[in-house]
């Protein structure tokens, strides 16, 4: 498994549906934004809708943090578009907003190291910075079911750092002290907040 962290983001281009419209991407695009790139095994499966509602779920907040959701399959954009047809009551969809990226092959998925030996996609999830470049990355097995709050936290730490030139310490929220590089903030942390 590659370590992407720290890199520039593998560059794609790809047919993409978002809200029933298929258009063609590139991750380019969306140079000037933060992009949360999550991909899924596959459509109509289990484990998926609930992490493609949880996203949807947490989607104006993302958004309203500069940040593009995009998910991530080895399915058609025909397949995307039925299945966002599909009502939640049928295990569906239907209500996602956000693009879904058909990578068709495995290609984009390959090109994250995130293809499993099946041909499809494990539940990798990379947080790129406004300069394309992957600032996190975590890779879950297909039965594990991915925490969307904690991609809006490293999002939003990430964002804290840029600005404010200080670390987040571990369980870091938005509003929450954070650290500078120095002994003597760390231990002033310890002592005053840290559990």
């Given at each position: 498994?590659?370590?992407?962290?720290?890199?520039?983001?593998?560059?794609?281009?790809?047919?993409?549906?978002?809200?029933?419209?298929?258009?063609?991407?590139?991750?380019?695009?969306?140079?000037?934004?933060?992009?949360?790139?999550?991909?899924?095994?596959?459509?109509?499966?289990?484990?998926?809708?609930?992490?493609?509602?949880?996203?949807?779920?947490?989607?104006?907040?993302?958004?309203?943090?500069?940040?593009?959701?995009?998910?991530?399959?080895?399915?058609?954009?025909?397949s995307h578009m039925a299945w966002l047809n599909t009502p939640k009551e049928k295990g569906g969809i239907q209500g996602i907003t956000y693009g879904l990226i058909s990578d068709l092959g495995g290609h984009i998925a390959k090109s994250?190291?995130?293809?499993?030996?099946?041909?499809?996609?494990?539940?990798?999830?990379?947080?790129?910075?406004?300069?394309?470049?992957?600032?996190?990355?975590?890779?879950?097995?297909?039965?594990?079911?991915?925490?969307?709050?904690?991609?809006?936290?490293?999002?939003?730490?990430?964002?804290?750092?840029?600005?404010?030139?200080?670390?987040?310490?571990?369980?870091?929220?938005?509003?929450?002290?954070?650290?500078?590089?120095?002994?003597?903030?760390?231990?002033?942390?310890?002592?005053?907040?840290?559990?």
């Open positions: 498994m590659s370590v992407l962290v720290g890199k520039e983001a593998p560059h794609f281009k790809a047919k993409c549906v978002v809200k029933n419209e298929c258009k063609e991407i590139r991750l380019t695009d969306y140079k000037g934004k933060y992009v949360i790139l999550f991909f899924y095994p596959l459509d109509f499966t289990f484990v998926c809708p609930t992490e493609l509602h949880a996203f949807q779920a947490c989607l104006e907040e993302f958004t309203k943090n500069n940040c593009v959701v995009l998910g991530c399959s080895v399915d058609s954009h025909f994250y190291d995130v293809l499993n030996p099946d041909g499809i996609a494990y539940r990798g999830l990379f947080l790129i910075d406004c300069e394309g470049i992957v600032r996190h990355q975590v890779v879950n097995d297909l039965p594990l079911g991915r925490n969307v709050e904690e991609a809006l936290r490293m999002l939003l730490a990430l964002q804290h750092t840029e600005e404010n030139g200080e670390v987040c310490p571990a369980n870091w929220k938005k509003g929450l002290s954070a650290i500078t590089t120095t002994t003597e903030s760390v231990a002033d942390y310890l002592v005053k907040v840290a559990r």
